[in-house]
């Protein structure tokens, strides 16, 4: 039988009591994986275990996608009423946002999020997010079709069947919420990946699923690692559409799996280096601060992280004097993601620790200069300090790759055309974002950047309802706002003879 985890917070920011199941949910059940394994889950803040989940295989992939083809077939898809799909999402907001506190502090223990960014950013927009795609479920709709007097033509938008879904550690219950939220509104069964570093708030919110009374198979997690359950879902032969966030390498390997297998659909959000333009017109005071939350935030471990910062040369000694003070500030409230003040906690994993660290040196062996941080922070756990590179060159790694940690370059530019050609120096697509109070010139310079979104005047400020997504390799296909539904479902074209005789 699969084991349960408890674990008692005692913290300034939060106290109770959450359990979890650690096995896989299958069919509505919790189960043990076919072949024995588990995963250590690891506390970021001390680098010391939480608890162990089961680790699937391709086997309990096959066992998942079939139970949910039953679903599909049996007990959801278009059996089911949009409006009573509406209810049931509408339902998982209303006890998410019941457990807020409990779902809040879950990510703060396993992400390492500071625990009042996490329940005032990635949980209240999750329960955003259910309650956008309730709103949807009974508004899934074709068109009629003017053809000529002897024919009726229509459309139906129908539900895939059996999607994949693979999920990222850096937001692991938003992401959670942009997959399932218009997946289910449109009728779809789902089979999901958690990160194998960060399962915890999806094992738990297994549970909501339950309580919420979507009928068995509906909703499946496997947890495991990407090499296996991952590579099985992408693999697939009955799985018809993968969503996968995560790294553009991985979503190579996910766009040859399906092209070997049965060209199921795919929808890719993956990596990011994206600009950050700053205007010497812009609000300064106002820019700094959003550029400081647009690489800051979630410890850098964003995909749409502003990682490169051009600065206009009449106000660039400003803005960097000013910008380091908030850098040093966050270096400075460093620490427990449940402490009284802490702005900045850790990195994910000793992994991710490190591959930070490895691009920091990599900074500094190519002769940028670190203006501040470009060190660990304390001795336990996976703290970096918010680094600051500056005399940096467009060859540098650091200036190129996606690091996914608090380290920005800040750049001097002099000229309008400059900035766009250099921002637009890149493989990646994801975003951008402008500051100026000439907004034409914002809107302008929007337009021109090369990326799925555009923020002017603020940074990595999405909305549930605007879409989301990449240019060039940082993805395929839009989630969130209308257009995730039609990644969801398939057009089809119905021709009735109304008078033509043969």
Request: charge should be neutral; proline fraction near 4%; glycine fraction near 10%.
């Amino acid at each position: 039988m699969p084991g349960t985890f408890t674990h008692n917070f005692d913290t300034p920011a939060f106290k109770g009591i959450s359990t979890i199941h650690t096995g896989l949910f299958i069919g509505g059940k919790w189960i043990d994986p076919v072949e024995p394994a588990t995963i250590d889950v690891i506390n970021p803040a001390t680098g010391k275990v939480i608890t162990a989940v089961a680790a699937g295989s391709a086997k309990d992939v096959d066992i998942a996608v079939d139970v949910a083809k039953k679903a599909y077939k049996t007990s959801w898809g278009l059996k089911v009423p949009g409006t009573t799909r509406g209810k049931l999402l509408y339902k998982l907001a209303e006890l998410l946002e019941r457990d807020i506190d409990e779902f809040t502090a879950l990510e703060s223990l396993n992400v390492g999020k500071v625990y009042a960014n996490a329940k005032a950013g990635d949980l209240r927009a999750s329960i955003d997010v259910f309650r956008y795609y309730a709103g949807w479920a009974d508004k899934i709709q074709g068109k009629t079709i003017e053809t000529n007097e002897n024919k009726l033509a229509y459309t139906r938008h129908e539900p895939y069947g059996v999607v994949g879904q693979i999920i990222p550690w850096n937001f692991p219950l938003m992401m959670l919420s942009w997959k399932f939220g218009p997946a289910l509104a449109t009728g779809n069964t789902i089979v999901l990946k958690p990160s194998e570093i960060t399962p915890l708030t999806a094992l738990r919110f297994a549970d909501l699923v339950t309580e919420a009374g979507f009928p068995p198979g509906v909703v499946n997690i496997v947890n495991g690692y990407g090499s296996t359950v991952g590579q099985a879902i992408s693999e697939h032969e009955l799985i018809e559409k993968i969503a996968f966030t995560g790294s553009t390498l991985v979503g190579r390997k996910i766009l040859k799996a399906s092209s070997e297998s049965n060209l199921k659909v795919v929808t890719l959000e993956l990596g990011g280096k994206s600009p950050t333009v700053i205007f010497d017109d812009a609000d300064l005071e106002q820019a700094i601060k959003w550029a400081a939350y647009g690489i800051f935030t979630n410890m850098g471990q964003s995909c749409t992280a502003g990682s490169r910062i051009f600065v206009q040369e009449g106000i660039y000694d400003e803005f960097l004097a000013k910008f380091t003070a908030i850098a040093k500030s966050l270096a400075a409230a460093t620490g427990d993601p449940f402490g009284i003040g802490t702005k900045h906690g850790p990195q994910v994993s000793q992994v991710q620790f490190d591959r930070v660290m490895s691009y920091i040196e990599s900074g500094k062996q190519d002769g940028a200069t670190v203006h501040t941080g470009g060190a660990r922070h304390g001795e336990e756990g996976y703290f970096i300090q918010p680094t600051i590179f500056t005399n940096v060159k467009p060859e540098m790694k650091i200036v190129r790759e996606e690091i996914f940690g608090p380290v920005g370059v800040v750049v001097k530019f002099k000229t309008e055309e400059e900035v766009i050609e250099a921002a637009n120096n890149t493989m990646y697509g994801l975003a951008c974002h402008i500051f100026s109070q000439n907004i034409s010139r914002a809107l302008r310079v929007a337009h021109s950047l090369e990326a799925g979104s555009a923020w002017v005047n603020c940074a990595q400020s999405t909305d549930k309802a605007v879409p989301f997504g990449g240019f060039k390799q940082s993805g395929i296909g839009r989630e969130l706002g209308e257009y995730a539904l039609d990644t969801y479902t398939q057009v089809k074209g119905v021709h009735v003879n109304i008078g033509q005789k043969l």
